[in-house]
């Protein structure tokens, strides 16, 4: 799967396991708070990864010069309501710090909506981080809606 009219030489995939490290950097990369992720210890990245491809989403990579340097994650649910339909979430949207800005984001959303699509979703939805404003702006420009208030709890 390419994307045409985003970043010359970009390639859009699903992730397979040798993607793990470079996924795990872009997590890192992109988190509010440093150290969060754990790129020297990638055994348990692995095991959800293999989960993940066990499901009906998925992890989308996107490829450019051979590298890795964007991912975010599609994750694909029952609801009762809305008769029982496929609900779709994405999560973990990241674009290496050096490659944003051309439109590698906007790829790797069309390319999880399309896939949403595809399995039948009734609706995409997603979360974010109160203080990522860059963000917000970037999904309204995708067309989302701010709609709904969340709320999470850490466990321990």
Not at 16 to 35: K, N, R, T, Y
Not at 103 to 108: E, F, K, M, Q
Request: charged residues 20%; glycine residues 10%; proline residues 4%.
């Amino acid at each position: 799967m390419s994307d045409q009219g985003s970043a010359p030489d970009l390639d859009l995939r699903w992730a397979d396991p040798d993607d793990v490290e470079a996924m795990v950097e872009l997590l890192e990369f992109g988190s509010l708070v440093p150290g969060k992720e754990d790129p020297g210890h990638l055994a348990p990245y692995r095991d959800a990864m293999a989960e993940i491809a066990a499901g009906s989403g998925g992890l989308l990579v996107a490829e450019r010069h051979g590298a890795v340097v964007g991912v975010c994650q599609l994750i694909v649910f029952r609801h009762l309501q809305q008769h029982g339909g496929r609900c779709a979430e994405i999560e973990s949207v990241h674009v290496h710090p050096e490659h944003r800005g051309l439109g590698i984001g906007h790829a790797l959303m069309r390319a999880a909506i399309a896939r949403a699509t595809e399995l039948g979703c009734y609706r995409v939805q997603l979360t974010s981080n109160v203080a990522r404003a860059d963000a917000h702006r970037f999904y309204a420009s995708l067309g989302f809606e701010a709609t709904h208030r969340g709320f999470k709890m850490v466990l321990d």
